[in-house]
């Protein structure tokens, strides 16, 4: 009989829909021994996998193992594997079939395969591979959110719709916090095994433990799917770019860890968010808003992985080779007296996870201001994020928020001063720096740090027409010197 192998982001019944037989999960403590995980993350994952080895029952040989190939010499049978969503486990998939029979099946979680992706691709003729363009044909392929051959409501893209600044004088946007999940004895077994490994030296983490906030179960998923979609979906649209320091949550729906576990299809999670459409529950710019992160970006940004190359996670067009500081890789929001950062870094030490403009406007846009290598910014969000993963993070953070791609993701680099995230946050409140100034002991470090890399990058980027008025802004900076004396001093010391 065959056995199938289901990896730890494998663990949703469409990963089994088409097979009764028996399951093979693996539980590798050398994969945490390598690198400094975020504790929650481990945690998570480890209870999801140990989760559904349980509902599985004795279907399932759930093996602990130093090493996956040591797990899989235990199978006597044929052995299939659902492609991994990893470059890695794709490469030791492919070496362990060489010495044994592995049926290797097509890639499931995702709502448009990668041939009708490579297909769209090569139709581009030459053209950017835009994800406007990859959205709005998947959902006409998909017959989402469209009445007849038209979009609904006429419009493809509601963001002009989406950008509101969070609400003046409130400490939360207003709307229920999500519904978390309750441990149960799996957790505490998982937390006594994390306690005792990291306790005898075989592991060790970043971020601090916490109660489990993520769904690690199907049913647990799917409530908070629904969760979302009652209570907060409707309020997504208007406030997804704003950022509240009170607020960690927002109105966001904190699905993309159960996502990216394979816990939910995105296909049930966009009908589901259409359907509230469509009864009139939700406006359309809520709606249109989650479905295209869904269906169009993050399905978006898996294909790329895989279509780039392997090359492309070395690619650095801005030439950015400072270090990762250990102030930042090590969550310490202590350390710097920037009240957007220190509230972020906050976030992610507490919670392992953040919004996506936190992500993008804060910790991205700070990293590359500062010239930080990509390679080590993107392998620093894969780890301590509870939703990262390679082909999540090397695409956003490579391409969309370090810009080291030159421009095949995105057509112009992140990067804002203090004006925005004054704008779109309650940040700079209360905050030692002036986001007006840009020089001084008040200086705002995004501020300074803007026009420090647009100055450092200026050949670079004087071409790109969305960048050339801000780039020749430099000539208008009477205290561009002081500046860049500033900013030198400062390197990579927390503000």
Same mark, same amino acid.
């Given at each position: 009989?065959?056995?199938?192998?289901?990896?730890?982001?494998?663990?949703?019944?469409?990963?089994?829909?088409?097979?009764?037989?028996?399951?093979?999960?693996?539980?590798?403590?050398?994969? +945490?021994?390598?690198?400094?995980?975020?504790?929650?993350?481990?945690?998570?994952?480890?209870?999801?996998?140990?989760?559904?080895?349980?509902?599985?029952?004795?279907?399932?040989?759930?093996?602990?193992?130093?090493?996956?190939?040591?797990?899989?010499?235990?199978?006597?049978?044929?052995?299939? %594997?659902?492609?991994?969503?990893?470059?890695?486990?794709?490469?030791?998939?492919?070496?362990?079939?060489?010495?044994?029979?592995?049926?290797?099946?097509?890639?499931?979680?995702?709502?448009?395969?990668?041939?009708? @992706?490579?297909?769209?691709?090569?139709?581009?003729?030459?053209?950017?591979?835009?994800?406007?363009?990859?959205?709005?044909?998947?959902?006409?392929?998909?017959?989402?959110?469209?009445?007849?051959?038209?979009?609904?409501?006429?419009?493809?893209?509601?963001?002009?719709?989406?950008?509101?600044?969070?609400?003046?004088?409130?400490?939360?946007?207003?709307?229920?916090?999500?519904?978390?999940?309750?441990?149960?004895?799996?957790?505490?077994?998982?937390?006594?095994?994390?306690?005792?490994?990291?306790?005898?030296?075989?592991?060790?983490?970043?971020?601090?433990?916490?109660?489990? +906030?993520?769904?690690?179960?199907?049913?647990?998923?799917?409530?908070?799917?629904?969760?979302?979609?009652?209570? /907060?979906?409707?309020? @997504?649209?208007?406030?997804?770019?704003?950022?509240?320091?009170?607020?960690?949550?927002?109105?966001?729906?904190?699905?993309?860890?159960?996502?990216?576990?394979?816990?939910?299809?995105?296909?049930?999670?966009?009908?589901?968010?259409?359907?509230?459409?469509?009864?009139?529950?939700?406006?359309?710019?809520?709606?249109?808003?989650?479905?295209?992160?869904?269906?169009?970006?993050?399905?978006?940004?898996?294909?790329?992985?895989?279509?780039?190359?392997?090359?492309?996670?070395?690619?650095?067009?801005?030439?950015?080779?400072?270090?990762?500081?250990?102030?930042?890789?090590?969550?310490?929001?202590?350390?710097?007296?920037?009240?957007?950062?220190?509230?972020?870094?906050?976030?992610?030490?507490?919670?392992?996870?953040?919004?996506?403009?936190?992500?993008?406007?804060?910790?991205?846009?700070?990293?590359?201001?500062?010239?930080?290598?990509?390679?080590?910014?993107?392998?620093? @969000?894969?780890?301590?994020?509870?939703?990262?993963?390679?082909?999540?993070? &090397?695409?956003?953070?490579?391409?969309?928020?370090?810009?080291?791609?030159?421009?095949?993701?995105?057509?112009?680099?992140?990067?804002?001063?203090?004006?925005?995230?004054?704008?779109?946050?309650?940040?700079?409140?209360?905050?030692?720096?002036?986001?007006?100034?840009? %020089?001084?002991?008040?200086?705002?470090?995004?501020?300074?740090?803007?026009?420090?890399?647009?100055?450092?990058? /200026?050949?670079? &980027?004087?071409?790109?027409?969305?960048?050339?008025?801000?780039?020749?802004?430099?000539?208008?900076?009477?205290? +561009?010197?002081?500046?860049?004396?500033?900013?030198?001093?400062?390197?990579?010391?927390?503000?």
């Amino acid at each position: 009989m065959v056995t199938r192998w289901l990896f730890g982001d494998q663990l949703g019944p469409h990963f089994l829909a088409d097979h009764d037989g028996p399951v093979l999960m693996v539980e590798s403590r050398r994969v +945490l021994a390598r690198t400094q995980f975020h504790r929650q993350k481990a945690h998570l994952v480890l209870s999801a996998m140990r989760h559904r080895a349980a509902e599985l029952g004795e279907r399932c040989d759930y093996r602990r193992e130093p090493t996956y190939r040591e797990a899989v010499a235990h199978v006597g049978g044929p052995l299939e %594997v659902v492609q991994p969503t990893s470059r890695a486990a794709v490469a030791l998939v492919r070496t362990i079939a060489e010495e044994r029979e592995v049926v290797r099946l097509p890639e499931r979680g995702f709502t448009t395969s990668r041939a009708d @992706f490579e297909q769209w691709a090569a139709g581009r003729g030459g053209r950017r591979l835009l994800l406007e363009d990859f959205y709005r044909d998947a959902r006409r392929r998909l017959d989402v959110l469209m009445d007849g051959d038209e979009p609904a409501q006429g419009r493809w893209n509601l963001d002009a719709d989406n950008r509101e600044p969070p609400p003046r004088g409130r400490p939360t946007l207003g709307v229920a916090e999500p519904r978390w999940p309750h441990e149960d004895e799996i957790d505490a077994q998982v937390r006594a095994d994390l306690d005792a490994w990291e306790a005898d030296g075989s592991v060790s983490f970043i971020g601090r433990d916490g109660p489990r +906030l993520f769904a690690a179960t199907r049913a647990e998923a799917l409530a908070a799917l629904e969760d979302f979609v009652t209570h /907060r979906l409707g309020a @997504f649209g208007p406030h997804e770019d704003a950022m509240l320091a009170g607020d960690d949550w927002m109105a966001h729906s904190l699905l993309s860890a159960p996502l990216n576990l394979g816990l939910l299809d995105p296909l049930e999670v966009v009908e589901r968010v259409e359907a509230a459409y469509r009864a009139g529950d939700v406006p359309l710019n809520s709606a249109e808003g989650f479905i295209r992160q869904v269906i169009g970006w993050r399905d978006y940004v898996w294909h790329l992985y895989w279509h780039l190359g392997e090359d492309y996670r070395h690619h650095n067009r801005l030439n950015a080779r400072r270090h990762l500081p250990d102030w930042f890789a090590q969550l310490d929001a202590d350390a710097t007296g920037a009240r957007c950062l220190s509230e972020v870094l906050r976030g992610v030490r507490d919670h392992g996870w953040a919004h996506h403009i936190p992500r993008l406007m804060v910790l991205g846009n700070y990293a590359m201001q500062r010239g930080w290598r990509p390679d080590e910014v993107t392998d620093w @969000f894969h780890r301590a994020f509870v939703d990262g993963y390679d082909w999540v993070m &090397l695409p956003n953070v490579v391409g969309m928020s370090q810009h080291a791609d030159g421009g095949i993701l995105a057509t112009k680099p992140y990067a804002a001063g203090g004006a925005y995230l004054n704008t779109m946050s309650d940040y700079c409140g209360g905050c030692r720096f002036n986001p007006r100034v840009r %020089v001084g002991e008040d200086a705002c470090p995004f501020t300074a740090g803007y026009w420090a890399f647009l100055h450092r990058n /200026r050949e670079r &980027l004087e071409g790109n027409h969305r960048m050339a008025r801000a780039v020749h802004g430099l000539d208008r900076l009477t205290d +561009l010197d002081g500046l860049l004396q500033q900013e030198r001093l400062r390197g990579s010391s927390p503000p």
